[in-house]
T-cell receptor, first 113, second 117 residues
Framework: AQSVTQPDIHITVSEGASLELRCNYSYGATPYLFWYVQSPGQGLQLLLKYFSGDTLVQGIKGFEAEFKRSQSSFNLRKPSVHWSDAAEYFCAVGTSGTYKYIFGTGTRLKVLA | GAVVSQHPSWVICKSGTSVKIECRSLDFQATTMFWYRQFPKQSLMLMATSNEGSKATYEQGVEKDKFLINHASLTLSTLTVTSAHPEDSSFYIC?????????????FGAGTRLSVL
């Protein structure tokens, strides 16, 4: 069955520290992968996406993610976190044909000053 | 580009009344839109796929007579919660699909918080 797992429900980091949010997926075909960010009471903003090609993708706000097929992972990273990065982060896999997304359960990021 | 507007952002209604939520793609045409429901501190649950000019496709367990979806134009989909009850209170988010070559991306609205008294 298709699924997305975000193992960390909550993560707390200090401002200026590096960040890595984990995402593992289960999908039979070549996955289309996404990271979205949601601020409280808001919709989702696309951070970055992977469809094909270079497995290290750059996104907005200084985020990057690396697709590792052998590990079925698409982890999100940022070298130096800012207080404004505190939010909920969702990993998603897009399914071909139906165009639906399967979302992970999300990781809530807290940033300490 | 690729802006999706959702209206209203917050609505409070009495039990038994119906509420309509609009989702518009402002700068692109969307043949497909999606409606999600999100419970507090949880992930997004896909409710239905809205296709322009045809009937919506509902996910298993979603009552189509309770959640009426209309996608009458390439830029507008509406979700009507009929005879709303307190258990329908939730955060509803829409998205619009924008295919660009081989890429296929959903852009999301800001969501609608529904409170049923």
């Amino acid at each position: 069955a298709q699924s997305v797992t975000q193992p960390d429900i909550h993560i707390t980091v200090s401002e200026g520290a590096s960040l890595e949010l984990r995402c593992n997926y289960s999908y039979g075909a070549t996955p289309y992968l996404f990271w979205y960010v949601q601020s409280p009471g808001q919709g989702l903003q696309l951070l970055l996406k992977y469809f094909s090609g270079d497995t290290l993708v750059q996104g907005i706000k200084g985020f990057e993610a690396e697709f590792k097929r052998s590990q079925s992972s698409f982890n999100l990273r940022k070298p130096s976190v800012h207080w404004s990065d505190a939010a909920e982060y969702f990993c998603a896999v897009g399914t071909s044909g139906t165009y639906k997304y399967i979302f992970g359960t999300g990781t809530r990021l807290k940033v300490l000053a | 580009g690729a802006v999706v507007s959702q209206h209203p952002s917050w609505v409070i209604c009495k039990s038994g009344t119906s509420v309509k939520i609009e989702c518009r793609s402002l700068d692109f045409q969307a043949t497909t839109m999606f409606w999600y429901r999100q419970f507090p501190k949880q992930s997004l649950m896909l409710m239905a796929t809205s296709n322009e000019g045809s009937k919506a496709t509902y996910e298993q367990g979603v009552e189509k007579d309770k959640f009426l979806i209309n996608h009458a134009s390439l830029t507008l989909s509406t979700l009507t919660v009929t005879s709303a009850h307190p258990e329908d209170s939730s955060f509803y988010i829409c998205s619009a699909r924008l295919p660009r070559g081989y890429e296929d991306i959903q852009y999301f609205g800001a969501g609608t918080r529904l409170s049923v008294l």
